[in-house]
């Protein structure tokens, strides 16, 4: 496999990564500040297990990172430009939010 083709497949895992609703809420939850694992459940509306197990997935792909906090671990984004991504994604959706709903081939819940 060569070195663009290489990079362009873990590009795709990236936002495969990112794809997912639960990380993706996660993240933004993070983009705001520090939050530990019952603030993040508190805020959306996932369950614990569920976070818990998106937060292992986001800490070993380099995305957030965790500190202890007395009893509960804390999490943050570790990549600041993760934020500049969402940001990004939203001024997108801005301009073509409802092509995008109605758009079947990229549909994640079928």
């Known amino acids: 496999m060569s070195t663009v083709s290489n990079r362009r497949s873990i590009k795709a895992k990236f936002f495969r990564g990112l794809a997912d609703e639960s990380r993706l809420s996660i993240l933004e939850t993070l983009a705001?500040?520090?939050?530990t694992v019952s603030e993040i459940?508190?805020?959306?509306?996932?369950?614990?297990?569920?976070?818990?197990?998106?937060?292992?997935?986001?800490?070993?792909?380099g995305l957030v990172?965790?500190?202890?906090?007395g009893r509960s671990v804390a999490y943050s984004l570790?990549?600041?430009?993760?934020?500049n991504v969402l940001l990004i994604a939203d001024e997108i959706l801005d301009t073509c939010a409802?092509?995008?709903d109605r758009c079947d081939t990229l549909d994640l819940r079928n």
């Open 78 to 83: 570790n990549v600041t430009k993760v934020l």
């Open 65 to 69: 990172t965790s500190r202890q906090d």
């Open 98 to 100: 409802t092509q995008v």
């Open 41 to 61: 459940v508190q805020l959306t509306n996932l369950t614990q297990p569920n976070v818990s197990n998106h937060l292992s997935c986001l800490k070993r792909c």
């Open 32 to 35: 705001v500040s520090e939050k």
